[in-house]
């Protein structure tokens, strides 16, 4: 059976009009023969409102409950879907994740989905029907009604694939693909035609507004491939796929920058044996975020410094509880806000050698300071101060020749 999944986004099914639109798309594959399940999400603004809801009835609004509510989003989008193919002659129907069902496991709010029971849909293609199947929800072993984190249809999208053998797992956005840098901050910003998995959650400033960071990580451990593209312009998008399955001609795919960052240093740290455990646990028992962190070799072996980096909106919290740990001495604290990080991914910097160097000097020669470096081994990151950002990604963009046609291809 030749399988291909179908995910609309929330804004591909944000208006009836644009219903009506990809019932068109999703008749063109049932013309092509193949069997089609589409994963829908629910209409844009649904999710959002719902929530509103239950924050006006409680503050404290239950998670069980909660899951019953926003997954109703899901469902209106699915008859709406279904409606329309019927109209138009075909066989259809809407499946809520506890008809087929999608089981999950783990809490309320974000449960993760563990098991499709396949026989009902697989009958069900068999007869020519299209299956129209809620994203973002399914139902846990007490038979009660789960959702699995806010753009979970996308998670949902890629465990049917898996699931059914699909041949093709195409998701459907609001945007053509994923660019090598942030098209509305750099015109000159080219569509990927192929990225890897490890690039693309690398990617994650420009990756996760396309796809949900755990759906790739989904997608990766099950190794399907995902195609990305617009509902709205007939283009192809792009592959999301293996790291063998592409042929490198560049080596760098994306830039990606970070926003509202902000830097935290504290000088002349008493050097010793848990000391950075204990400023980073508080931080972390209070869910706030540590990014980049560097740490300098001790001249005396006494003292040190330690930096790192963290959000914005956490600065006055990090602050409060840095001054208030008592586990830890230093000589001087310093916040500083208004920093990026730029980074530059691509798996072909693990072959070619000299990326570091490159990057550094590209900066250099716009006069950028680099504040803070760090490295993993497809990507390289830099912590220059907000205002030379734009700058910095022209250089870096124009440096690795990102600007230039001829991307990546599939064998
Ligand atoms: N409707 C859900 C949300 O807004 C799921 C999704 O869009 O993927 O989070
Ligand atoms: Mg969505």
Redesign the pocket.
Known sequence: MKIVVLKF??TSVGTTKKIKKIAEIIADYKKKNYKVIVIS??MSGV?NELIKKSCEISDNFSDSEYDVLVSS??QIACSLIAGRLIHKGYKSRSWLSWQVPITTLGEHKNSRINQINKNNIIKYLRKGGIPIIT??QGVNNENRITTIG?????ASAIMVAKFFKADRCIIYTDVEGVYTTDPNKLKYAKKIKVISYEEMLEMASLGAKVMQPVSIQDARLNRIDIEVKSSFIKKSGTLITKRTNIINNKIITGISSTQNDSKVSLIGVKDKPGVAASIFKPLSKNSINVDMVVQNISANGKETDLTFTIKTEDLNKTKKIIQENKNISYRKLIFERGVSKISIIGVGMITTPGVTFRMFQTLANKKINIQVISTSEIKISVLIDKKSTKKAIIALHKEFKLDKKNEHKTF
Do not use: I, L, M, Q
Not at 150 to 154: E, K, L, M, T
């Open positions: 986004g929330g999400s629910a999710t989003g899901e994203g973002f806010r753009g979970g249809s996308d």
